[in-house]
């Protein structure tokens, strides 16, 4: 608490809030139309060209009786529904983190101080909305209200980053993209194949090891002109082992060409993605860029989930006996102590919960 009153406030109030981590639709920032009512604003955005989710909202409900995953994604049934359904199970939540924020939005940003339950749904769900289609609710006028000055997005290599050209006019705020590459290292993923394709199409480059690696190069030095300071790498444990680039492509080749099959955990994806990690901080290094990696999680754990609604919708989990410093330390050892001149900046960060 002294933490915060003595240094994160006074600090919030002098320079504003510097988020950089998240995964805003720029779109509809740019776009800056008002949120139709609280449910789209709140939990479930099923626009395909604004589409966001709370997945820890709708999955911890969704443990909940009475409400589901399928209630909260059909189509059929009205965001009214949805929002009564969900406020009649929401006290059970009372004491996680989500009920706090969502309570902590409410008040915040609606001026709401009632706490969500099967008797105060339609109350909130009308003054929630009546406050939406106020001037100071839209988009942008949010991001001011709270005091954002740098905002960070996450995206993926083959981004356009059109929107961040167009969100150079929003005056107060500045929005720079962040180097996501997960899509092209993960050999495990089904995907993958085609992910590769899609990169070396943009950048006229073989679908080949060297080619995938100069079309990343390609996309990387397009970020870092649009302004991204930052690369994001997704990982189940820090990969940092040194790989020759002789093993890293066979790996390739056995994935790509053979269309051998390996798993999260196997030997293969763990040099692959290690030598992919040696790549991206030396291109951070030469472009000044800082290497961002959050690990320990599995994702689409929930294949259920995974294969009826797809990624981002709770079906992540924690993993266990993560090896951290044998993976990294030889990331570590090149571009972060002294074997470089140019050290680079490393932010490291577990995903526990």
């Given at each position: 608490v002294k933490l915060y009153h003595d240094v994160a406030a006074p600090l919030r109030k002098k320079v504003g809030i510097v988020d950089t981590h998240t995964h805003h639709n720029l779109r509809q920032i740019v776009e800056n139309e008002s949120f139709p009512n609280i449910w789209r604003a709140e939990v479930l955005e099923t626009r395909e060209e604004y589409k966001n989710c709370d997945h820890y909202i709708i999955q911890l409900a969704a443990k909940l009786p009475g409400f589901s995953q399928a209630l909260a994604r059909d189509p059929q049934i009205s965001d009214y529904d949805k929002w009564v359904t969900l406020c009649k199970v929401f006290p059970i939540l009372e004491g996680n983190h989500v009920h706090q924020w969502m309570h902590l939005d409410l008040k915040r940003m609606f001026?709401?101080?009632?706490?969500?339950?099967?008797?105060?749904?339609?109350?909130?769900?009308?003054?929630?909305?009546?406050?939406?289609?106020?001037?100071?609710?839209?988009?942008?006028?949010?991001l001011k209200k709270i005091g954002a000055r740098i905002i960070f997005t996450t995206d993926d290599p083959i981004d356009d980053l059109v929107y961040h050209k167009m969100a150079k006019n929003i005056e107060g705020i500045t929005f720079l993209p962040t180097f996501r590459p997960d899509a092209y290292c993960n050999i495990f993923v089904d995907n993958w194949k085609l992910n590769v394709k899609r990169i070396c199409k943009l950048t006229e480059q073989d679908t080949t090891f060297k080619g995938l690696i100069e079309a990343l190069k390609i996309r990387h030095s397009y970020f870092a002109e649009m302004g991204a300071k930052a690369s994001d790498h997704g990982l189940l444990e820090p990969y940092g082992l040194k790989i020759s680039q002789e093993r890293a492509e066979e790996i390739f080749q056995q994935t790509y060409n053979k269309e051998e099959k390996f798993n999260l955990r196997s030997i293969e994806a763990?040099?692959?993605?290690?030598?992919?990690?040696?790549?991206?901080?030396?291109?951070?290094?030469?472009?000044?860029?800082?290497?961002?990696?959050?690990?320990?999680?599995?994702?689409?754990?929930?294949?259920?989930?995974?294969?009826?609604?797809?990624?981002d919708v709770g079906g992540d989990i924690s993993a266990e006996n993560v090896n951290i410093v044998e993976n990294i330390s030889p990331l570590l050892s090149r571009f972060f102590s002294g074997e470089s001149d140019n050290q680079g900046h490393l932010i490291l960060y577990p995903l526990r919960w």
């Amino acid at each position: 608490v002294k933490l915060y009153h003595d240094v994160a406030a006074p600090l919030r109030k002098k320079v504003g809030i510097v988020d950089t981590h998240t995964h805003h639709n720029l779109r509809q920032i740019v776009e800056n139309e008002s949120f139709p009512n609280i449910w789209r604003a709140e939990v479930l955005e099923t626009r395909e060209e604004y589409k966001n989710c709370d997945h820890y909202i709708i999955q911890l409900a969704a443990k909940l009786p009475g409400f589901s995953q399928a209630l909260a994604r059909d189509p059929q049934i009205s965001d009214y529904d949805k929002w009564v359904t969900l406020c009649k199970v929401f006290p059970i939540l009372e004491g996680n983190h989500v009920h706090q924020w969502m309570h902590l939005d409410l008040k915040r940003m609606f001026g709401i101080e009632e706490l969500l339950s099967a008797g105060t749904a339609d109350r909130v769900w009308k003054k929630a909305n009546d406050r939406l289609k106020q001037k100071d609710m839209l988009p942008q006028a949010i991001l001011k209200k709270i005091g954002a000055r740098i905002i960070f997005t996450t995206d993926d290599p083959i981004d356009d980053l059109v929107y961040h050209k167009m969100a150079k006019n929003i005056e107060g705020i500045t929005f720079l993209p962040t180097f996501r590459p997960d899509a092209y290292c993960n050999i495990f993923v089904d995907n993958w194949k085609l992910n590769v394709k899609r990169i070396c199409k943009l950048t006229e480059q073989d679908t080949t090891f060297k080619g995938l690696i100069e079309a990343l190069k390609i996309r990387h030095s397009y970020f870092a002109e649009m302004g991204a300071k930052a690369s994001d790498h997704g990982l189940l444990e820090p990969y940092g082992l040194k790989i020759s680039q002789e093993r890293a492509e066979e790996i390739f080749q056995q994935t790509y060409n053979k269309e051998e099959k390996f798993n999260l955990r196997s030997i293969e994806a763990k040099e692959f993605i290690s030598y992919m990690m040696h790549q991206f901080c030396a291109m951070n290094q030469e472009k000044g860029m800082v290497t961002q990696i959050h690990y320990g999680a599995v994702r689409n754990a929930n294949r259920y989930l995974f294969k009826k609604w797809g990624t981002d919708v709770g079906g992540d989990i924690s993993a266990e006996n993560v090896n951290i410093v044998e993976n990294i330390s030889p990331l570590l050892s090149r571009f972060f102590s002294g074997e470089s001149d140019n050290q680079g900046h490393l932010i490291l960060y577990p995903l526990r919960w």
